[in-house]
């Protein structure tokens, strides 16, 4: 950490963003919760009681084969919830639907790229994990194993998370769009004994060689007894004799009933990776009750499932908010989810408005990396289709500019769908801070007050608490059910990273600062604070008021050292497709970023550039860009990097 032993402490706050809007009656009338009393209320005895709390939370919400005997335990920073427990995930997600009228409801409405469409109802999944779990049992697997996932985004990729959490087996899904390398160091890693994976994928009109990457990394994974491989693209692979099997071969001659085994409430679930936006991707182990019970609730609360809903979460499942919000909080709550399978534009730039239209779909979670694409390419794509169905909208990943949350707000929900920006992380699990959306008002780039349980603090790098409304560093006082419990082989590491960072709470890496209504917002990663003169600066407001200039789509802002102010700051910014660059505007944008922000904001240096370089689950990787301000070269790790050529152009950039 960059100001690590300094005593420079809090994060100047310079952006004011006044907007408030107040939540949709229409939406509001059929809420969960009555208004934001209601919510004030249960978040108060969440605070005091927490047991108790989520006790309740645990007995509403999920199915266990046998009850705890204490509901939360802390010892070494390990958290226990639910301990003497037994239950099954994947019981929970399918079973517990089918002695009711979900039974023949669709759990999963799946479209190719190339746009075939498959639905799976709650009973076909049942058969589908079924004969998956029975599959991974006469492979040798067993409670405790793990297996990795590597596929592209179709229903056998649901399917084999499903199959896993029923027999124990502990799944490591590695996203789909990574090289053999990645695969690779994820697999020695957590010592995957089986790798589930397809013939490739579908994606941008060409097929992703996913076997072949498979073969590459499984030449240094000794684990790896057995390779099942499921046919989609129908190209030529080699099947490795002895190790590979097709999953179509294999499954038709097993049964499509499996029991969901009582498991209990700490068994592991899965190990998942983060996106390796700041570094090296961190293995996080989560385990079964915590986590169910953290994605249920959390699901029910803020996405307000109804039973006529068709939710779309666009993440790849290699992605926590793919685990989370496209498989687990959503099965469990017997809700209707739509996947897809290929690129967003793809083959031309309103393939998702169309997708929406033609499903009809009703909540919509994505990415500002999305709504920021897509604000690039114009309007006309959204304008074309009917998006009336659509009632929810959610944002998650990277803090939403307010610019492309008015965007969202008014070309996409058309003024009146609720917007949820919701603040989280793979090791938090399940959402964190967001607004509950009949009943919260909302600011465009506050992810507003914090779910049940959730104690968020914002301290000073002392542990002292940031006063009044100045900036620090985002932490949660109590540990939480759905909390990852270790980073998987590493517990040293996860004590270090997480509790030792300011002694005792949860320390998440990102700044934030509270507004006088009790808001936050996200500023950015404190590792990516520049320091202008002694004011410290988060990156995410600087960005935002770049991007409400109308010439500009993106930006990403670092800081590079200065003789005279500590650190300047650099502007990488990528242009609307309609804009044409002229003489003078660098400088104009200079001025408007002086003009919103003030003299303290004014960049260093602009540089335009084709595209911003993000990691594979779309974040702007800011530690490149300072490398490259700073040095000129890039060295960094960079495996998580999601297109290569991105650095050569801004090198050449830098050469001009
Ligand atoms: P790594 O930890 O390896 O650097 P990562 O932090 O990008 O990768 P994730 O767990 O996928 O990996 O992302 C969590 C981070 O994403 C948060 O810490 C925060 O920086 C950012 N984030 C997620 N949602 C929001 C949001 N709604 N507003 C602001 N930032 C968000
Ligand atoms: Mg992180």
Redesign the pocket.
Known sequence: MSNKGSLEVSIDSVLHENRKFHPNKEFAKNYILKDLNVYKKLYQSSIKNPKAFWEKMAIQNIVFFKKWRTVFKWKDYKAEWFTGGTLNVSFNCIDRHLITERKNKAALIWEGEPGETRTITYQQLYSEVSRCANMLKSLGLKAGDKAAIYMPLIPEAVIAMLACARIGVVHTVVFGGFSSNSLRDRIQDSNCKLLITADGGFRKGTSVKMKDMADEACKETPTIKNVVVVKRTGEKVNMKLGRDVWWHELIVNESNQCEAIPLPSEHPLFIL??????????GLLHTTAGYLLGTTVTTKYLFDIKDTDIYWCTADVG???GHSYVVYGLLSNGATVFMYEGAPTYPEADRFWKMIAAHRITILYTA?TAIRSFIRLGNEGPLKHDLSSLRLLG??????NPEAWIWYHEVIGKKKCPII???????TGAIM??PFPGITSTKPGS?TLPFFGVEPAILNKDGTPAKGTKGGYLCIKKPWPHMARTIYGDHERFKKTYWKEIDGVYF???GAHQDRDGYYW?M??VDDVINVSGHRLGT?EIESAAVQHPSIAECAVVGRPDPIRGQGIVAFVTLKKSVAVNEGLKDDISKFITHEIGNLARPDEIRFTEALPK?R?G?IMRRLLRELATTGTIKGDTT?LEDFSVLEKLREKDEE
């Open positions: 990776y983060t996106s390796g936006t700041t570094g090296k991707p961190k992605w926590i908010t500002p944002t998650v990943g990277e803090p939403i920006d919701t603040w989280w992380q793979t090791e801070i967001s992810a998440t890496g990102d996200i950015g990663r995410m990691t689950s974040k998580t």
